[in-house]
């Protein structure tokens, strides 16, 4: 399944939701928020979220700033 | 001597508001923001990097400190707003520095963009300081829209060329309601200086602190200089004499409206 991640078509195996995807990245536990198709999905719907082919998902934390 | 600033429900002892980018180590931060006693500092959202190990730069900054989130890299004003909701969903709280930058080489904001955005994020309860170019009819704009502040430029973003935009800062100054506060291209404590002897509300450094050889002192110095102005204008009023009122050249009769002489 390509899904495109932070702007870039990723090949995703075996792997069904967000919260997967999270885990899978290594992200688990960091301050981060999730936009899902252009909706911010909340931490505690990630299980609920079944990816699909095409999808678009942002990841996003913050970083210094002026 | 009592001078507190207040924004949205807040009250500030610390007129110097800090930006946190560009830090070479970020574990600096914290004591760069104990030294100088701010109390508002500003943080960026980005795409995460898979491959960093970077903390989380809250971390570095001590808990009483408000955080303001900035929109940059927003061009325009639907990228601002998409920007303030992802990071209000970050759990930092209300509170967002409005910047629309389209403008690559100069950095320069895009005041009607800025104004738009505003109206939207205000109306989601946001409080919202605009960054801006120096202008008092979106500043009046910005305000009546729900603005808490507006933030006009100094200079350019990270150019250290100081406070190049007196003469229409001070015009700002003098005609607002809502608190002036300078934010980028300061380059040294006596811009700050000069912007709070103007009578400025508070001034936001970043760069000047970030990339001192070293920022806690550097901070420590903004602090005495930004004190150091606010303290005169108190005792003295503003160090400039107001601006002179403008003088039109062309005919102030003949207009194309009502209740004017022919």
Same mark, same amino acid.
């Given at each position: 399944?390509r ?13 069904s ?5 999270i885990?899978? $990245? ?6 981060i928020v ?5 909706n911010i ?6 299980n609920e ?8 998902v942002?990841i996003?934390?913050?970083?210094g700033?002026? | ?17 800090v ?6 180590d ?6 760069v923001?104990?030294?100088c006693?701010?109390?508002m500092?500003?943080v960026?959202?980005r ?11 809250l971390d ?16 325009n ?5 998409r ?5 209000r969903a970050?759990?930092c709280?209300?509170?967002? $520095?409005?910047e ?7 950095l320069?904001?895009?005041n009607v963009e800025?104004?738009?955005a505003t109206?939207?994020?205000v109306?989601?309860?946001?409080i ?6 120096p ?9 009546k ?10 200079a ?9 935009? $007196?003469e ?17 291209g ?13 009578g ?6 970043n760069t ?7 920022p806690v002192?550097e901070a420590? @110095?903004?602090?005495f200089?930004?004190? @150091?102005?606010?303290?005169?204008y108190?005792?003295?009023g503003?160090a400039?004499?107001a601006?002179r009122?403008?003088?039109a050249?062309?005919p102030l009769?003949?207009?194309?409206r009502?209740?004017?002489k022919?």
């Open positions: 399944m899904i495109k991640i932070n702007g870039r078509f990723q090949d995703i195996k075996d792997i939701d967000l919260q997967e995807l885990r899978i $990245k290594g992200l688990s536990g960091k301050a999730i936009e899902h198709n252009h999905i909340p931490k505690d719907k990630w979220v079944m990816l699909e082919e095409g999808d678009t942002e996003v934390s913050f970083v700033g002026g | 001597m009592s001078d507190i600033l207040r924004i949205a429900d807040r009250s500030f002892d610390s007129r110097l508001f930006g946190t980018g560009k830090f070479p970020k574990r600096v931060i914290g004591d923001i104990k030294a006693g701010c109390q500092v500003t960026a959202l795409r995460v990097d898979e491959k960093s190990d970077d903390e989380n730069i570095y900054i001590p808990s009483d400190c408000i955080i303001m989130i900035n929109t940059s890299g927003a061009r004003a639907d990228e601002a707003i920007i303030a909701r992802l990071a970050m759990g709280g209300r509170w967002i $520095k409005i629309v930058i389209p403008d690559n080489k100069y320069l904001p895009d800025t104004l738009k109206e939207t994020l109306s989601e309860g946001f919202l300081l605009a960054y801006m170019n202008d008092l009819i979106i500043a009046r704009a910005l305000a829209a729900g603005a808490a502040a507006v933030m006009p430029l100094g350019p973003i990270g150019s250290g060329r100081g406070f190049k935009t $007196k229409i800062v001070k015009i700002m100054v003098n005609e607002l309601d809502v608190p002036v506060i300078v934010d980028a300061l380059g040294s404590p006596a811009d700050a200086a000069a912007c709070m002897e103007l400025c509300d508070a001034v936001l450094v000047a602190i970030a990339i001192s050889k070293d002192m420590k @110095a903004f602090d200089a930004v004190n @150091a102005g606010r303290t005169h108190i005792l003295s503003s400039l004499p601006p009122a403008a003088c050249s062309s009769t003949g207009f194309l009502d209740g004017n022919v």
